[in-house]
């Protein structure tokens, strides 16, 4: 498969939105095992999570971050210029996802959806990029 980082890319686009999809049409046996695996590793507090079409994301807003940066990271797949890049990418990415998360804690801002959905992006994004380029098949074939 030729072009499997993208597939898998847009598999997990998408995935996120199906559940409050599913609920929407009255679904919820099939949404409840798509977000299976959210339940199993974010909080999903109501507080910190989107609501679409009337029901929860099946993650927080920061999980949503992590998971649309992931994809679009397997998708796009670039810039990969080596290990440097990337490892330097995700330390600021990091710093920055570690001073929302603690300044929103301490109670220095609200919940802001927006930096914590950019922040989990910005440090999933070059993940994705690096197995995209490096570990599945498809990309190094391309």
């Given at each position: 498969?030729?072009?499997?980082?993208?597939?898998?890319?847009?598999?997990?686009?998408?995935?996120?939105?199906?559940?409050?999809?599913?609920?929407?049409?009255?679904?919820?046996?099939?949404?409840?095992?798509?977000?299976?695996?959210?339940?199993?590793?974010?909080?999903?507090?109501?507080d910190r999570t989107l609501h679409v079409f009337g029901s929860?994301?099946?993650?927080?807003?920061?999980?949503?971050?992590?998971?649309?940066?992931?994809?679009?990271?397997?998708?796009?797949?670039?810039?990969?210029?080596?290990?440097?890049?990337?490892?330097?990418?995700?330390?600021?990415?990091?710093?920055?996802?570690?001073?929302?998360?603690?300044?929103?804690?301490?109670?220095?801002?609200?919940?802001?959806?927006?930096?914590?959905?950019?922040?989990?992006?910005?440090?999933?994004?070059?993940?994705?990029?690096?197995?995209?380029?490096?570990?599945?098949?498809?990309?190094?074939?391309?």
């Open positions: 498969m030729k072009h499997l980082h993208r597939v898998l890319g847009a598999l997990v686009l998408i995935w996120p939105i199906l559940p409050p999809i599913l609920h929407m049409f009255g679904l919820h046996g099939l949404a409840a095992a798509l977000e299976w695996p959210w339940a199993q590793t974010c909080h999903r507090l109501p929860l994301m099946p993650m927080c807003s920061r999980c949503m971050g992590l998971d649309v940066g992931f994809a679009l990271g397997l998708l796009i797949a670039a810039p990969y210029r080596g290990p440097k890049l990337m490892w330097a990418w995700i330390a600021i990415a990091g710093a920055l996802l570690v001073v929302e998360m603690v300044t929103q804690n301490r109670g220095m801002h609200p919940i802001w959806h927006v930096t914590r959905f950019a922040t989990g992006a910005l440090l999933a994004y070059p993940i994705g990029v690096a197995i995209a380029a490096v570990v599945l098949p498809s990309r190094r074939d391309a």
